[in-house]
């Protein structure tokens, strides 16, 4: 099985920036289109940017659009996120995954903390 580790998170200060990596131990091809959920406390893990196979379509969040940007190399088997202007209500652990039915197990996701 392929397994997931992402990393990058931190605490940074609002309107500043972070870049989210997410390392696949196999093909990332695998899955297809992939993306990045996150998780806010005492909230259900949502959906933030999805990415297909190619990286020729990405589509975003509404709480994320023009802010955040995904990317992929599938060479690496890696995913990426860059995260600007950040927010508050952006806190929260980040997650990568398949966008669809073809997941593998969830890794430990990387926490980000957004405060002043």
């Known amino acids: 099985q392929v397994q997931l580790v992402e990393s990058g998170g931190g605490l940074v200060q609002p309107g500043g920036s972070l870049r989210l990596s997410c390392a696949a131990s196999?093909?990332?091809?695998?899955?297809?289109?992939m993306a990045w959920y996150r998780q806010a406390p005492g909230n259900q893990r949502e959906l933030v940017a999805t990415i297909s196979s190619f990286g020729a379509t990405t589509n975003y969040a509404d709480s994320v659009k023009d802010r955040f940007i995904i990317s992929r190399d599938n060479a690496k088997n890696a995913l990426y996120l860059q995260m600007n202007s950040l927010k508050p209500e952006d806190t929260g652990v980040y997650y990568c995954?398949?966008?669809?039915?073809?997941?593998?197990?969830w890794g430990q996701g990387t926490q980000v903390t957004v405060s002043s």
């Open positions: 995954n398949g966008a669809g039915v073809r997941q593998a197990p």
């Open positions: 196999g093909s990332i091809l695998r899955f297809g289109t």
